[in-house]
């Protein structure tokens, strides 16, 4: 029988606003026996979204502060928790979704067996219906494949992301890294995920990726674009990470691609169109879209546009130009939040979680317990 602190925990997963919903086969609880020992699930009980000094958690854990530093240093370590490291002031630790978070942050020590419960249990975890009103990723088109001539907001280049930090990670895609240990990888780069300020602190500090300059990571988008991979970065204005991405591999981008309209669930700001007056034919187009977008039966490239996403990719290597991208109309322009928090509450909210009062609830609830601890050290 499954400890009832896999329940408990799956439940407080829920509760965030990613989600972490149950199955009738049970394989969500099966995923969190993988990741966690029974006592650090029932200290992940204790963390919130609201990051948290160690004295305060081992208040409400019923720990001793050695004991709960202990024991947080280690969820973080493994990716179970997040936590906040800055360079003068204490350490703080707090809750992370499932996805995107915990299983992101399990890159490096990925099994056969966790593989295949993940993908036993996506198509109840990624809710589309939820994707499409509220998703965690968005997609930008490639550099390259956006016309001079267009409006085009900061937000949605990715050089211009890039250029707002100084600090950067380059980690393997866990997509392409599972796929492959099952069997059915594709032959494109692994070292594709981009983290970004303190993203980037957090997957240095703990070996998920490599320290990297922005003259590398510039150079990767040149990569990523030769390689066919879409660009996906979090969907917030100051973006921390950029995912880049196949049709192949993608957890995302595979679910959206068997939908029979991808472009409803995700899309960028932009659409591809053909003038087929250049368009020879020659299919390189049909290659390189992600979404099965392009239809090349009369001989000249028709983009279908419930499926096209305004990646770009058939843009950049038309060897007539007779592919571009053109600004969508500003009513088809889904907003940006404007940061992490805002996407969260969003996501929350379009799952019927996390409405502002729990969080107002939440701080009010570490107020308190910050200053019991205080009276208990004194």
Known sequence: MVDDVYHRLARHLDDLPGGYPATESGVELRILQRLFTPEEA?????????????????????????EAGEQLATLARKGLCYRRQPKDGPVRYMAIQFAIGIWEFHVQDLDEGLVRDFDEYLPTLLDLDVWRRAPQLRTIPVGESIPTSAEVMPYEQAEMLIRRHSRFAIAPCICRRERSMVGEGCDRPLETCLSMGTAADYYVRNGLGRPAQRDEVLQLLVQADEAGLVLQPGNMRNAGY????????????????????????????????????????????????????????????????????????????????????????????????????????????????????????????SQLDRLRARRNDS
């Open 42 to 66: 029932r200290l992940a009980l204790h963390l919130t979204l609201l990051p948290e000094e160690a004295p305060v958690i081992a208040h409400r854990a019923g720990l001793s502060i050695a």
């Open 242 to 365: 950029i995912c880049m991405c196949c049709g192949d591999c993608c957890a995302v981008l595979r679910t959206v691609r068997r939908h029979p309209q991808p472009a409803s669930i995700v899309r960028s700001a932009f659409f591809s169109t053909v003038n087929a007056g250049l368009c020879d034919g020659c299919g390189t187009c049909l290659e390189r879209c992600q979404m099965d977008a392009i239809d090349l039966d009369s001989g000249i490239a028709e983009i279908l546009g419930h499926r096209c996403i305004g990646c770009g990719l058939c843009v950049t290597t038309c060897p007539t130009g007779a592919a571009t991208l053109q600004r969508r109309p500003e009513a088809e322009i889904r907003y940006v939040p404007r940061d992490t928090i805002e996407m969260h509450l969003r996501l929350g909210r379009a799952r019927g979680k996390l409405p502002v009062g729990a969080l107002v609830h939440m701080e009010l609830r």
